[in-house]
């Protein structure tokens, strides 16, 4: 057994800091030491997109990050997404879309389109699709997935 | 009825889960924590077929922070009897078998022993240190090869052998109706195994509690299917369980069967503390259920004006380790979409050494509907008949009776077909090389079966449900919106919500597209129990008769006076008190729902690969209580079918190990791969339910590999009958002509 290792991270805003197992992926960080349970586990190879984080301005697959690979990084999780009280457009879009069915994958799809409609804000349906590729979802055949990132990049262009 | 205005019922209202499901707060089986909690783990078989001669864990057990180690000799070693599974009954000694292997291995993933320990890790590692000691038997991995005489046999005592069960259908004279035929096609088809791919593997915590109750946490499809599985197992009443449902990622029937509960709680028994299992997704892939492989022949003639005049199918089904393959429900649906005097079907359930099989949205019917659709197609194109207006010559319609038996009560496969040869996409243009459109039909159930629903009213005009349904798609507000329809409220101002098995009567399990139907139907009581209660109640503060007063669109007359909801709700406290209306229903009435696709392909005669370029969905649902949702199911049941059609299967090496036990290379459709998903509800109301409702969920996956294979046929000139049509399948099909 090896000593744990210390991580100082700065997660949704908040400085984090925490100790993990040399083994522990930034998955099992989130949820078994941080109480971040929004991020979930679908396969824990990174074929799923259930896990899906932004860390330092780019989409992971947090089950393949190790905890302490995230040392000094920036990240942010589904729980990080509402403005304060307020849902993001992306949230709303997926309620008013209803793009979700059981929702195991929602938080994915969530975090996934807030980085594309960050770097981009007015994807094709395509860039969309290839965007999201990563993200599995078994309950919804995508439609009202898709429709719903198109709804709040629109939302996004409205005056709030 | 569909005709009737609803102020609720047909509108598109925000999930009342929404908010908890779009930020993460949302709590799912492996997100549940309990103080002192210990992680579970299992250890499975690498053996498809094997001999357990001795397990020692005296290793495993002597490493640091394991705390506790189960095997088959834990259990309760009670007599064999039946216990109901959720979808039917089958023997306690399977239940038990499929825990905790006892005995023999019958498939590779089996479960042979568990580990608790402080972590996750340290109970693998702990799995590691377990010897099992098997002596290797050879193995059997499909129907036909199943069946065959000197097979090797998983079930000593099964009398038959392999082939567990054979039903047989038969109607009119099958000799007849062939004799009459003009065109008679007989042909052989073979479906993979394949799985329901929910997201959320499934995950267990179980707690002994000290004074002897059974605490569980998980998810689940049925709450009260858990809280029987594990009471009977453990050999406890029911009383001493209870089962918290939390929110379920998803399931498709998968998460009927019970895995980890019992295991759970026996290693919880053990240590004093709760116990969580998750499993990994090799361990969904390899260890719980998924739906038959399936060898199917289908023999149809008809005459040259085009009716049917006989159809036969023989149906062999894997049903994995343990009989119950769903190959009966495949042999009801495999014709019923057709009104054939002249029926004769040979349904076969057949043990293989593969993991046992589960249900997975309309089980049975898709592999029988690829099998019956193919066919019909080949001889509608052999009579030049377009493939719709022959489906419609001989379309099943009130009246018609099924080979199993029933005769139809009003349904809509007519309007399903005439909606499809009405469709835009049907009678769009497809132009370009290498394209073709193909269309199929499907059937499938709705199951009636219990429900229970308490309904209370708060004193600001708003009212708290409580079911016992699981929510995997929306049922809460679909639930909710058929409460609010009847008390003439906004669906927003029911309070929606799932709860444990101590909480509200039984309930079953959230499958056979039952739960909109038989759960919303119990609200319709519960809510029409509440009316009765305000009515009275507004009645005595009038000083009236209640039957003077009535109520419409949330507000209660009697001559001049009037009461809204929301006033009368403020009053209770001075008419007699609180008001809480009861709902719990076993109904009949069930109305079984047809399903349509178009489907329109381009084959790339380089590789083989299929792409969809265009996809209808059509389906009659009755009456759709939530478009938005109804839709989704639609387009959710379509990809599935897509994905089985193209793609997904269990690869089996010889030895029978699942060689793409992840995600990676068991490959279901990504948003990359699809188009949108049209859809076209049709609704054609049920007279069994008070809103109209058939089951919506499952019906919507049986269409799509048979209309696939018809479009690729057009595309590529090539009859496919063996599922995955993927690009190797494809190609040999295609080479196989050239030849």
């Known amino acids: ?160 | 009825m569909s005709d009737r205005e609803y102020a609720v019922v047909g509108t598109r209202p925000v999930r009342h889960d929404g908010a908890d499901k779009v930020t993460g707060r949302a709590l799912y089986g492996a997100d549940f924590d309990a103080a002192g909690l210990l992680h579970g783990y299992i250890l499975r078989s690498p053996h498809a077929h094997a001999r357990i001669l001795r397990i020692d864990t005296s290793q495993a057990m002597a490493l640091a922070g394991v705390k506790a180690v189960v095997t088959a000799a834990d259990f309760p070693q009670g007599s064999d009897r039946m216990v109901d599974l959720g979808e039917g009954d089958v023997p306690l000694s399977y239940v038990r078998g499929n825990l905790l292997a006892s005995g023999k291995a019958l498939y590779r993933g089996h479960a042979v022993a568990a580990v608790a320990a402080v972590s996750r890790h340290i109970a693998e590692e702990a799995a590691g240190l377990i010897e099992v000691e098997y002596e290797p038997l050879p193995c059997v991995l499909t129907a036909p090869d199943a069946m065959q005489e000197g097979a090797p046999l998983l079930h000593e005592d099964l009398k038959a052998g392999n082939a567990a069960d054979h039903h047989q259908f038969a109607m009119g004279d099958i000799d007849a109706g062939f004799a009459a035929a003009d065109v008679v096609l007989e042909r052989e088809f073979r479906t993979a195994t394949v799985h329901q791919g929910y997201i959320e593997p499934h995950a267990a915590t179980a707690l002994w509690n000290n004074d002897g109750r059974v605490l569980v946490w998980c998810s689940t499809q049925g709450s009260f299917v858990v809280r029987d599985v594990t009471a009977c197992v453990l050999d406890l009443p029911v009383s001493r369980v209870k089962v918290t449902p939390l929110e379920i990622g998803g399931g498709f029937g998968g998460k009927i069967p019970v895995y980890l509960e019992p295991v759970a709680a026996l290693l919880s028994r053990k240590t004093g503390r709760p116990v969580k299992i998750v499993m990994s997704r090799k361990d969904v892939f390899e260890g719980s259920g998924p739906t038959p492989g399936s060898y199917i022949r289908v023999k149809i003639g008809a005459r040259n004006d085009g009716r049917i005049t006989a159809a036969q199918a023989y149906l062999a089904y894997e049903a994995g380790a343990y009989p119950g393959s769903m190959v009966v429900p495949g042999a009801m649906c495999i014709f019923a979409a057709y009104d054939i005097a002249n029926v004769a079907i040979d349904a076969y359930d057949v043990v293989v050494n593969k993991p046992s099989t589960a249900a997975y949205r309309a089980p049975g019917a898709t592999n029988a509907a690829f099998a019956a659709e193919t066919v019909v197609d080949e001889i509608a194109e052999k009579l030049s008949i377009d493939p719709v207006e022959f489906r419609l010559l001989n379309a099943a319609h009130e009246g018609t009776r099924r080979a199993d038996g029933p005769k139809y009560r009003r349904i809509g496969c007519v309007e399903v077909l005439e909606t499809i040869k009405r469709h835009p996409h049907y009678n769009a243009p497809l132009e370009g090389p290498n394209r073709g459109r193909g269309v199929a039909v499907g059937f499938w159930f709705n199951i009636g079966f219990a429900s229970s629903c308490n309904i209370s009213v708060n004193a600001d005009g708003t009212v708290n449900l409580v079911e016992g349904s699981t929510d995997i798609g929306g049922t809460r507000t679909s639930i909710a919106m058929q409460a609010a329809e009847v008390l003439g409220i906004a669906a927003a101002d029911v309070n929606p919500s799932v709860v444990d098995t101590d909480s509200i009567g039984y309930t079953a399990v959230t499958g056979g597209s039952r739960t909109t139907f038989a759960t919303g139907w119990a609200a319709y009581e519960a809510a029409q129990d509440v009316m009765r209660q305000l009515k009275e109640r507004a009645a005595k503060l009038w000083g009236v008769d209640a039957a003077s007063v009535t109520a419409e669109a949330g507000v209660f007359r009697s001559g001049d006076k009037v009461l809204t909801f929301g006033e009368l709700a403020a009053r209770l406290g001075e008419t007699g008190g609180p008001v809480v209306g009861r709902g719990a229903v076993n109904p009949k009435g069930v109305g079984g729902s047809f399903s349509g696709s178009i489907a329109d392909v381009e084959v790339d005669p380089e590789t083989g690969k299929v792409s969809i370029l265009r996809f209808t969905s059509v389906q009659d649902v009755g009456k759709a209580i939530h478009p938005s949702y109804v839709e989704g199911q639609m387009q959710g049941g379509s990809v599935q079918g897509i994905g089985w059609a193209l793609n997904e299967e269990y690869y089996m090496s010889p030895d029978g190990t699942m060689l793409n036990s992840s995600f990676l290379d068991y490959r279901m459709p990504t948003a990359l791969d699809l188009p949108m998903i049209d859809t076209a509800i049709v609704e054609v109301p049920n007279p069994g339910h008070p809103f109209g409702v058939r089951g919506v969920g499952e019906a919507n996956i049986v269409p799509p590999p048979a209309a696939i294979a018809n479009a690729i046929y057009r595309a590529a000139g090539v009859r496919m009958r063996r599922l995955p049509m993927n690009p190797p399948a494809v190609m040999e099909a295609i080479w196989s002509q050239r030849d």
Do not use: W
Not at chain 1, 32 to 60: P, S, W
């Open chain 1, 1 to 160: 057994m090896h000593d744990n290792i210390r991580i100082r991270t700065t997660i949704n805003g908040e400085p984090r800091e925490f100790l993990c197992e040399p083994r522990q992926s930034l998955l099992e960080c989130l949820r078994d030491i941080l109480g971040l349970t929004g991020t979930k586990e679908g396969c824990n190879d990174g074929n799923c997109g259930a896990c899906t984080v932004i860390m330092d301005d780019r989409i992971v697959a947090s089950c393949l990050v190790l905890g302490a690979e995230a040392d000094g990084a920036t990240i942010t999780t589904i729980e990080g997404i509402a403005r304060g009280s307020q849902l993001h457009p992306i949230q709303r879009a997926f309620l008013e879309s209803a793009a979700l069915q059981c929702g195991i994958c929602t938080p994915g799809f969530i975090v996934a389109a807030k980085a594309l409609l960050d770097q981009e804000p007015h994807p094709s349906e395509e860039r969309i699709r290839l965007y999201l590729a990563n993200n599995l979802c078994r309950c919804t055949g995508y439609d009202k997935i898709v429709r719903a990132v198109q709804q709040a990049a629109a939302m996004e262009e409205a005056p709030q």
